[in-house]
């Protein structure tokens, strides 16, 4: 299926092929961006409409911006590898590592992106839960659900 659309920019025709080549362009490691400053592309507007109104195309983009992740984790460990050991040179690889894994960790935070722990403590690293309820709990333990509503509702009722 094959229809005409006219932006402000370059008259574009959606087809088969062309989004084949948009989506070839991006796994070779390029930007939707970048691939469409080339003359023989449609105006990012019109690729971003396409995305949106399509969803095989969608799919497609998808599959090729994560092909795209793999090659950008690559090319760090090519990176590294290859470093000639020249001050300049180790800056210069330094330098294209730290880009490459913070714009991974934006494409794919839960893949790439930095773990983080998060622990609560009261003041001065207290326990949170007062004394006072801890035999509602028998110690501190991971409760399912229906547990912690059960024992919300007993607090709530007064019961032990």
Known sequence: MIQKLLTGGRPTLYSENLIDEICSRIAQGRSLRNVCLDDDMPAMSSVMKWLDENKEFSEQYREATTIREDLYFDEVLC??????????????????????????????????????????????????????????????????????????????????
């Open 79 to 160: 990176i590294a590898d290859s470093v000639k050991a020249e001050p300049a040179e180790i800056a210069k690889a330094r330098l294209q590592i730290d880009s490459r894994k913070w714009v991974l960790s934006r494409m794919n935070p839960k893949k790439y992106g930095d773990k983080q722990s998060v622990e609560l403590a009261g003041k001065n690293g207290n326990n949170l839960i007062p004394s006072g309820l801890g035999h509602f709990y028998g110690g501190i333990k991971q409760v399912s659900d229906e547990e912690a509503a059960r024992v919300y509702i007993d607090m709530i009722n007064g019961n032990k």
